[in-house]
């Protein structure tokens, strides 16, 4: 059997079972999804042993010991996996909901409502988490569920997807709702990302080449997400305390996650207050700071800064630093080199506040908070599927009804149009 035709057997039944799953009741999916975290503990030896050979492959493989500590699962991870389902089970469900409503001056009763969007296809890295956590989301929101994760995890995912699957079958969700795209290779994805009219949604989850890759080469729509080049802009009116506190956690609290700050930008007119504290305090934390001329003036410690180190996502201990003469500078700068992910803004000033919010076109803009907030539980959203940088009808964190769609439904009783 080809990779194309292993591909049709798993798209052709979940485009099928999105329509089975489609109109059921919050109950039902609440229902599955609790059978799916009872059954991820009660097979948690199994999935552990499993996992264990695809861990093993990568140290063989020389991977580095923190993807490897991404791709390990132990008893303890799964449980809170399982509770992560529990949890998107107690979340409101937001199909049926209507978004608006009226009538008409003719009589008839218009309103919108959200509805599943069919098929949702997601390609992720080396994270069997994100396994669990992309169907779950997507069978609460009405979905089925394709799934490519990373060759890396293809056992862990496999043996994960079949568990699913086998708690799905005693409930009224069908067990294709969540399906594994078959296949190792380069080919499998490309499967998935031209599979128009089989999967309705592409969500890339991962680094920049992959998001890159997805976009460029997918005839499927696609939601972009995850790229964070995050600046933390320092402003002329800031609490200088403050802004310290916010770029230490901006920047080492979780380096390697897509909030993380990217980039300090300085307005020159704190700059010689506000620089030699900050280059220190991000020297005691390990920060390794990539600065232009000015911010080399300040510390021996900085390093010439290029290009593409304002452009990067670092995802490490590294950041870049600028001085600039303005709040415009530091809103072209962004434009120039930033993702569009989230941005913050340290400033006693409700004006300039207001300037940047208006004039730096992110997803997310911090006013005096760290850019770490950028997440959907923080938000109040509950899980989320990953953050949108792009400006279609989902952008930042993508909760449940992000996964959704409208329809209009129109109620009359007799009219036709003159």
């Given at each position: 059997?080809?990779?194309?035709?292993?591909?049709?057997?798993?798209?052709?039944?979940?485009?099928?079972?999105?329509?089975?799953?489609?109109?059921?009741?919050?109950?039902?999916k609440?229902?599955?999804?609790?059978?799916?975290?009872?059954?991820?503990?009660?097979n948690?030896?199994?999935?552990?042993?499993?996992?264990?050979?695809?861990?093993?492959?990568?140290?063989?493989?020389?991977?580095?010991?923190?993807m490897?500590?991404?791709?390990?699962?132990?008893?303890?991870?799964?449980?809170a996996?399982?509770?992560?389902?529990?949890?998107?089970?107690?979340?409101?469900?937001?199909?049926?909901?209507?978004?608006?409503?009226?009538?008409?001056?003719?009589?008839?009763?218009?309103?919108?409502?959200?509805?599943?969007?069919?098929?949702?296809?997601?390609?992720?890295?080396?994270r069997?988490?994100?396994?669990?956590?992309?169907?779950?989301?997507?069978?609460?929101?009405?979905n089925?569920?394709?799934?490519?994760?990373?060759?890396?995890?293809?056992?862990?995912?496999?043996?994960?997807?079949?568990?699913?699957?086998?708690?799905?079958?005693?409930?009224?969700?069908?067990?294709?709702?969540?399906?594994?795209?078959?296949?190792?290779?380069?080919?499998?994805?490309?499967?998935?990302?031209?599979?128009r009219?089989?999967?309705?949604?592409?969500?890339?989850?991962?680094?920049?080449?992959?998001?890159?890759?997805v976009v460029?080469?997918?005839?499927?729509?696609?939601?972009?997400?995850?790229?964070?080049?995050c600046?933390?802009?320092?402003?002329?009116?800031?609490?200088?305390?403050?802004?310290?506190?916010?770029l230490?956690n901006?920047?080492t609290?979780?380096?390697?996650?897509?909030?993380?700050?990217?980039?300090?930008?300085?307005?020159?007119?704190?700059?010689?207050?506000?620089?030699?504290?900050?280059?220190?305090?991000?020297r005691?934390?390990g920060?390794?700071?990539?600065?232009?001329?000015?911010?080399?003036?300040?510390?021996?410690?900085?390093?010439?800064?290029?290009?593409?180190?304002?452009?990067?996502?670092y995802?490490?201990?590294?950041?870049?630093?600028?001085?600039?003469?303005?709040?415009?500078?530091?809103?072209?700068h962004?434009?120039?080199y930033?993702?569009?992910?989230?941005?913050?803004?340290?400033t006693?000033?409700?004006?300039?506040?207001?300037?940047?919010?208006?004039?730096?076109?992110?997803?997310?803009?911090?006013?005096?908070?760290?850019?770490?907030?950028?997440?959907?539980?923080e938000?109040?959203?509950?899980?989320?599927?990953?953050?949108?940088?792009?400006?279609?009808?989902?952008?930042?964190?993508?909760?449940l009804?992000?996964?959704?769609?409208?329809?209009y439904?129109?109620?009359?009783?007799?009219?036709i149009?003159?």
């Open positions: 059997m080809s990779e194309r035709e292993d591909f049709l057997r798993v798209a052709g039944p979940a485009r099928e079972a999105a329509a089975e799953l489609a109109p059921l009741p919050r109950a039902a609440d229902a599955a999804l609790h059978a799916v975290a009872d059954a991820l503990v009660a948690a030896a199994e999935i552990v042993k499993v996992n264990a050979q695809d861990v093993a492959r990568a140290r063989d493989n020389g991977i580095s010991e923190y490897i500590d991404r791709l390990s699962l132990d008893e303890g991870r799964i449980a996996i399982a509770d992560a389902v529990r949890q998107v089970a107690a979340l409101p469900d937001p199909v049926g909901e209507t978004v608006r409503g009226t009538v008409l001056p003719n009589g008839l009763e218009l309103r919108q409502i959200r509805v599943p969007m069919g098929v949702v296809g997601i390609i992720y890295e080396g069997p988490n994100v396994t669990v956590d992309a169907a779950a989301l997507c069978l609460k929101s009405g089925a569920a394709l799934l490519r994760g990373s060759s890396s995890a293809y056992e862990s995912n496999s043996v994960l997807v079949r568990v699913m699957q086998d708690a799905l079958r005693g409930t009224d969700v069908p067990a294709n709702a969540v399906q594994l795209v078959p296949g190792t290779s380069r080919e499998s994805v490309k499967h998935l990302m031209r599979a009219g089989l999967v309705d949604v592409l969500i890339p989850r991962g680094g920049a080449s992959l998001i890159n890759s460029e080469e997918s005839t499927v729509p696609v939601i972009e997400t995850g790229v964070g080049n600046a933390v802009y320092v402003d002329a009116d800031a609490d200088l305390d403050m802004a310290i506190d916010i230490i901006a920047k609290q979780r380096p390697s996650v897509c909030n993380a700050a990217e980039t300090l930008l300085v307005h020159e007119g704190v700059a010689d207050a506000f620089l030699p504290r900050a280059l220190e305090a991000l005691a934390e920060v390794t700071v990539h600065g232009d001329e000015r911010v080399r003036s300040y510390s021996g410690d900085v390093v010439e800064a290029t290009e593409d180190d304002y452009r990067a996502e995802l490490s201990l590294d950041i870049a630093a600028r001085v600039v003469d303005s709040l415009d500078e530091a809103a072209r962004i434009r120039t930033g993702s569009g992910h989230t941005e913050a803004i340290v006693n000033s409700q004006r300039a506040a207001r300037r940047f919010v208006a004039t730096v076109d992110s997803a997310a803009i911090m006013v005096n908070a760290s850019t770490r907030f950028t997440d959907g539980e938000f109040g959203f509950g899980a989320e599927i990953g953050i949108s940088t792009q400006k279609l009808h989902a952008r930042g964190p993508m909760g009804p992000e996964l959704t769609s409208t329809k439904v129109v109620t009359g009783d007799g009219q149009r003159a």
